[in-house]
């Protein structure tokens, strides 16, 4: 799953734009993901300039 | 907020507040939704642009930190090229203040009878029989269907309007520049410049900048290909190797984040009853990462072509499609096309070879500084460029 970590994100949006699923979305200054339609592909967490994105396995 | 507006505009940036103003200033009924609580805030820019948006807009002092008179590009291994006024171009200009400059713009639109509602969040397109009829807007824990002729989607980087009318935005990922910047003072610069580096080493596929916001004042940022972005290795890790080695005694007073697309401009940036302006139709320049003129010049475009169809009565793509063609022939469109085919021959670029060319124009006749003799000065003293200079040359006439 696509773990967001808010004390790092700076909710730039710049993840929002190259996922290819449109599954990411600012909403109120939070960075939301909709998980039905995220794959996992970890585009999103490549690009983000402080790397507050991580695709983690579910435990 | 109305039902139902002649056009709605979603975004509230410089592209979202100029169309909003031309839409007004033909007397039509109008909309700004803008999602955050404040319009200009965060910043997430750099701030400089050239001379040229005088074109655009009457210009207020209270909008600039600083003039700028020139600019310095730091070659990998150190070496200053210097570029004055005449050999600068878009270099040249100002670096604003955002947070005044997008609330005035936004303000002029409101001036202009535009009406403007901020927390208030587009969540979904209004589509019927194919045709975009209006966004579901968020406001004040209510949800409502606005209905309007024309939707302008002026919604940046982040952009999400034109993908739910089926039209694919995504940014490739390595065609995003990813970049953290760094508002800093306590630091040595000329207020009347500003500073560009160059290299794989501090910056691979993009540059640092230092943009003068005034006395001992900066924004100090850079900006990276999305795929060279990596744990250990991103934005931030470069940014503060550049700092420690550069700026030690600087102190930072604001950090922001963001993305800026270097990819082609959307295939098409107009739908039945929607028009894609700005960031949103991916029109910030692939070299410089610079948009906020774009954004201005297309979003007062998008809204007189928004306002002539509508008076025409057809709001189809067919009659949009004005607002497609004229931003692909103007000077704009053309750059664009232009820095892009620039951009995809210099990140091939070694350090080695940018140090070998800052080198060559540093031994020019700056006097001279047409085209034909800048080619092949370069040419001169780096024959490996013959291999792309053909398209350069192509480019640069
Ligand atoms: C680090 C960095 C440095 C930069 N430096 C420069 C520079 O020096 N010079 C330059 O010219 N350009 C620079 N740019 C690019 C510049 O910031 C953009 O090109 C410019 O802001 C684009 O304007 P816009 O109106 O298209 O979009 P934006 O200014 O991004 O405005 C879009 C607005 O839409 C709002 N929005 C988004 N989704 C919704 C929704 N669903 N509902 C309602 N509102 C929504 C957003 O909150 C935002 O306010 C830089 C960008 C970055 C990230
Ligand atoms: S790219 Fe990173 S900092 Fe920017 S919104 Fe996405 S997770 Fe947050
Ligand atoms: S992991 Fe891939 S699909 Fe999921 S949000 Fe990130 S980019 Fe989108």
Redo the contacts with the bound molecule.
């Keep these: 799953m696509l773990v967001i970590k808010r004390e790092v994100c700076g909710y730039?949006g710049a993840c929002v734009s190259v996922c290819p699923k449109g599954a990411l979305e600012?909403v109120d200054a939070y960075l939301t993901v909709d998980p039905d339609t995220c794959t996992e592909c970890g585009i999103c967490s490549g690009i983000c300039p402080l790397g507050a994105l991580e695709v983690k396995n579910a435990e | 907020m109305q039902s139902k507006y002649d056009v709605l505009v979603?975004?509230?940036?410089?592209?979202?507040a100029m169309a909003g103003k031309a839409v007004a200033e033909a007397g039509l009924s109008c909309c700004i939704?803008?999602?955050?609580p404040a319009?200009g805030a965060p910043v997430?820019?750099?701030?400089?642009?050239g001379n040229e948006i005088s074109e655009l807009v009457d210009l207020d002092p209270k909008w600039i930190s600083s003039k700028i008179e020139g600019a310095q590009l730091i070659a990998p291994d150190g070496q200053v090229l210097e570029l004055n006024p005449e050999m600068a171009g878009n270099e040249v200009g100002y670096v604003l203040d955002r947070k005044i400059f997008?609330r005035d713009l936004v303000w002029k639109a409101a001036n202009a009878g535009c009406d403007v509602f901020v927390k208030?969040?587009?969540?979904g397109a209004i589509i019927k029989d194919g045709k975009v009829c209006g966004a579901t807007i968020e406001h004040g824990g209510e949800t409502f269907d606005v209905y309007a002729d024309v939707v302008i989607a002026?919604?940046?980087?982040?952009?999400?309007?034109a993908r739910w009318c089926g039209i694919n935005t995504t940014v490739p990922m390595a065609e995003i520049e990813t970049?953290v910047?760094y508002l800093m003072t306590n630091i040595d610069i000329d207020p009347g410049l500003n500073a560009f580096y160059l290299g794989r080493e501090v910056a691979p596929e993009g540059y640092i900048?230092i943009?003068s916001k005034g006395d001992r004042t900066a924004n100090v940022?850079i900006?990276i290909s999305g795929k060279m972005c990596k744990d250990g290795k991103r934005p931030k890790d470069y940014l503060d190797a550049f700092i420690a080695e550069h700026l030690p005694n600087g102190k930072i007073i604001e950090l922001?984040?963001?993305?800026?697309s270097a990819c082609k401009p959307l295939e098409c940036t107009v739908a039945d009853g929607l028009i894609i302006?700005?960031?949103?139709a991916r029109l910030?320049d692939p070299i410089?990462?610079?948009?906020?003129?774009?954004?201005m010049y297309t979003?007062k475009l998008a809204g007189e072509v928004a306002a002539e169809s509508i008076a025409a009565g057809d709001c189809s793509k067919k009659t949009l499609i004005k607002y497609d063609t004229e931003w692909r022939n103007s000077k704009m469109g053309k750059a664009l096309k232009r820095n892009y085919q620039v951009k995809e021959i210099f990140i091939k670029l070694k350090d080695e070879k940018l140090n070998s060319i800052v080198s060559s124009v540093n031994k020019l006749d700056m006097e001279i500084f047409d085209t034909k003799y800048l080619i092949r000065e370069l040419v001169k003293y780096n024959p490996w460029l013959l291999k792309d200079i053909g398209t350069l040359k192509r480019l640069l006439d």
Excluded: H, M, Y
């Design positions: 730039c600012l | 979603i975004g509230g940036g410089p592209g979202g939704v803008e999602k955050r319009i997430r820019c750099a701030e400089g642009v997008d208030s969040r587009a969540s002026a919604d940046g980087v982040e952009s999400k309007f970049c910047q900048w943009f940022g900006g922001i984040v963001g993305g800026v302006v700005g960031d949103a910030s410089t990462g610079g948009g906020i003129i774009n954004a979003g």
